[in-house]
């Protein structure tokens, strides 16, 4: 049984007292790195010069300005919840980013980035201390890192992260969400360091860290693709040809383009009408599989007949009785009581809807 432990007198103990503007202790402390065969971007490292400059400690501000560590895997197509095109908007000031500042998982997740920092050092003895100072690399300037913490006396960075039990990554595994290790692993770019610690708090019962090693193939085709990023942001380009079907994607175009002109008809060219073909040939396919799929559900529950369930070697399957509910039958209403009826309509959202028709081609008469 775990005795009480009176966390905040016990972390304090393994917090540095250092001013957040001097040199990281890290970087006097760390032990040598073993001598090992150079690759291309240790070789380009050493032409860096890595900058530090004073930070207001507001992870919002002039976020349209650079690339930071949370857009690390965004530009990669690794987060779930915000697609490489939606971002591209947003720094390109074409759409306003997310107003985070209501969002409660936002604000538990910033207070709670010292408790996650606190058992972390309790866990491992390990030292750590805020840096505000924004990190960089002078050949890179849209490139600006803002870490949670720094190891005292490592090479080494901690980032810190709570979830909910909805985040079913095997964090008992060593796994780490492919955003997160992206987010990692950038810091280690714009810093120079050597390894990057994770720690998550997931609800109030579990917690989990591990070490990320730098991996500089990882890090030098994640910056190839930084790059590019930045040259779409600066041109105020984006293809076509790269726009994604996310629920980001989708949301940010409706965004943009919210009311249509009727009186405007576009020409589309060759290659999107081969794109529209192509849709129409996966709809095609969609419904056969579907079908397939319908097919296989009449079978099975002809297996079933009278039985509310069934279990198999690999599946269980139901089909359990259901009980009606009442339905308002509005159109009675309207016919009974128009002005009733009236009183409680609302204004919906306005919107577009998307259609598209295969025209049906005359063929040619023969002479």
Not at 236 to 257: A, L, Q, V
Request: proline fraction near 5%.
């Amino acid at each position: 049984m775990t005795p009480d432990i009176n966390i905040d007198a016990l972390a304090e103990q393994y917090y540095a007292d250092r001013d957040p503007q001097f040199d990281d202790p890290a970087d006097e402390d760390a032990p040598e790195e073993d001598e090992t065969e150079e690759d291309e971007l240790e070789t380009e490292m050493k032409t860096w010069t890595y900058t530090r400059t004073p930070w207001d400690g507001n992870p919002a501000a002039d976020r349209d300005q650079f690339i930071g560590g949370s857009d690390a895997g965004t530009i990669l197509g690794l987060n779930p919840f915000k697609s490489a095109y939606t971002l591209y908007l947003e720094k390109t000031g074409k759409l306003p980013p997310e107003d985070l500042s209501g969002k409660l998982s936002v604000w538990f997740g910033s207070e709670e980035e010292e408790i996650v920092a606190k058992r972390f050092c309790l866990e491992t003895g390990k030292k750590v201390r805020r840096s505000l100072l924004s990190y960089g690399i002078a050949e890179y300037p849209f490139l600006r890192g803002h870490v949670d913490r720094l190891i005292v006396g490592e090479n080494e960075g901690l980032e810190c992260k709570t979830t909910g039990s909805w985040n079913r990554t095997n964090f008992c595994n060593g796994d780490v969400p492919p955003a997160h290790y992206a987010q990692c692993q950038f810091y280690m770019l714009v810093t120079g360091k050597q390894g990057w610690w994770y720690a998550v708090k997931r609800d109030n019962y579990e917690f989990f860290y591990m070490r990320i090693d730098r991996d500089n193939e990882y890090i030098s085709e994640m910056l190839d693709q930084l790059i590019e990023f930045w040259h779409r942001v600066e041109e105020k380009r984006w293809p076509s040809s790269e726009i994604d079907g996310s629920d980001s994607t989708t949301e940010s175009i409706s965004k943009m383009y919210p009311h249509g002109d009727d009186e405007e008809t576009v020409m589309l060219s060759s290659d999107e009408d081969s794109l529209l073909q192509t849709r129409a040939q996966l709809k095609q396919q969609i419904d056969e599989l579907k079908l397939q799929a319908y097919t296989i559900d009449n079978q099975i529950k002809d297996a079933l007949k009278d039985a509310e369930r069934a279990e198999s070697e690999h599946f269980k399957v139901s089909w359990v009785n259901t009980h009606p509910k009442p339905k308002f039958n509005a159109e009675a209403l309207k016919n009974a009581n128009p002005s009733e009826y009236e009183k409680y309509l609302e204004d919906g959202k306005p919107g577009r809807v998307f259609r598209i028709t295969e025209k049906k081609l005359k063929k040619k008469e023969n002479n």
